[in-house]
């Protein structure tokens, strides 16, 4: 098993597992596969900059050469927020699940946080009822902090979103 950062030439096979994950799982992102079907091949090159202050970061594990899983990072711009990361697309398919690759993508994008200067924390959400994904990250770190009612519309329902948080370096006032 291999990681590393995705880079604009692995944009179709990138592209081709973010489809399968929003096909399969539709209640677990707010993008739709219809929508981002749509997308021409130079988004998601542009989403995989290969810049060192790109906006946006995306790991990626490979087995045996084929990709095997992705997590995302992207960067807040405004000033006022610029402290704050969000982790999103994680994805590992069913087929790679049970050997810790999750576990490595969410380290590989904690990591990328630590590397940029001024960020203190990593968000994220997921879906609530997502018990195996929602462990995952709290053995990372992660803390939940609320849960936002009828986030995301996934055909005639909705599903609500846990949010969830990783301190990277913000001190505890109540501690001393």
């Not at 021409?40 to 970061?57: F, G, I, K, M, V």
């Not at 990709?67 to 995302?72: F, H, K, N, R, Y």
């Not at 994805?91 to 960020?119: H, K, N, S, T």
Request: charged share 20%; aromatic share 10%; proline share 6%.
């Amino acid at each position: 098993m291999t990681l590393r950062r995705l880079d604009p030439s692995d944009a179709p096979v990138y592209r081709a597992l973010m489809l399968e994950a929003y096909a399969l799982h539709p209640d677990a992102f707010t993008s739709g596969v219809e929508e981002r079907a749509a997308l021409p091949l130079s988004w998601w090159e542009r989403r995989l900059n290969a810049d060192p202050q790109a906006a946006e970061l995306v790991f990626a594990a490979f087995h045996e050469g084929q990709l095997a899983g992705v997590a995302g990072l992207s960067f807040e711009r405004r000033e006022k927020v610029r402290h704050k990361a969000t982790l999103f697309g994680m994805y590992v398919p069913i087929r790679f699940r049970q050997r810790g690759l999750g576990r490595q993508l969410v380290d590989a994008v904690l990591a990328g946080a630590r590397e940029r200067p001024g960020v203190k924390l990593v968000q994220l959400t997921v879906t609530q009822g997502n018990a195996s994904a929602q462990a995952l990250y709290e053995s990372c770190g992660f803390t939940a902090f609320g849960v936002e009612p009828f986030a995301v519309a996934v055909g005639e329902g909705f599903v609500s979103k846990v949010h969830m948080w990783c301190n990277m370096g913000i001190p505890d006032p109540s501690q001393p």
